[in-house]
């Protein structure tokens, strides 16, 4: 599990600072939304946002007509902000409330997206129940984005693990084989860049 401190660090983020003043907001969540149509997923098939409390993807996937949508973020106040911001949408979203290593899914996911979360889990044993969480209850895809070898070592105040391709195949390979890897430059609202990776992963077949 993550510190208890953690979860009280992203409530004072989400509490105190404003869409343009933290450095991941995007306002058209790309590559992550052209990367789940380039996966053909079905329109009706669950898919859950990882860490996606104030993220625009469930906007765009709603206005997409996905209809089984679910985020998670370790902040309430993220999702509460999110919820404010689709007013009568929200209510077509499943949100849960919860640190990735601590989820207990009670479904499985046909689709796993996480943009930013994965990288702040640094040590082995928190990689590794996010590993066993994903493994278990992802069915079809895995769309993963970090920070790259090129990117910052920390971000809001709190260390980052780094990765390469193959550092982040590695992590996933005995239960997802890669499709494919991009890199993305992320321009923050402070026009500073980020460099991250983008993985997509399918399903090894038993």
Request: aromatic letters at 12%; hydrophobic letters at 35%; charged letters at 20%.
């Amino acid at each position: 599990m993550l510190s208890p401190g953690i979860k009280a660090h992203w409530q004072n983020v989400y509490s105190t600072k404003s869409h343009s003043e933290v450095s991941w907001t995007q306002e058209i969540p790309n590559p992550s939304f052209a990367l789940i149509h380039s996966l053909g997923v079905p329109k009706y098939a669950p898919i859950i946002d990882i860490g996606g409390g104030e993220s625009r993807l469930a906007d765009f996937l709603l206005n997409d007509e996905y209809s089984d949508i679910s985020v998670l973020d370790i902040s309430e106040k993220a999702i509460e902000n999110t919820q404010k911001r689709l007013g009568k949408k929200a209510e077509n979203v499943k949100w849960i409330v919860s640190d990735i290593t601590e989820f207990n899914p009670d479904t499985q996911y046909a689709l796993w997206h996480d943009r930013a979360t994965f990288h702040f889990l640094t040590a082995p044993e928190q990689i590794a129940r996010y590993v066993a969480i994903a493994s278990e209850y992802v069915t079809h895809f895995l769309t993963i984005g970090v920070f790259s070898e090129n990117g910052p070592d920390r971000c809001s105040g709190l260390s980052v693990k780094r990765y390469s391709e193959e550092m982040l195949e590695d992590v996933f390979s005995k239960h997802f084989r890669k499709i494919r890897c991009i890199a993305h430059d992320h321009i923050t609202p402070f026009n500073t860049t980020q460099n991250f990776i983008f993985c997509c992963f399918q399903r090894k077949t038993v």
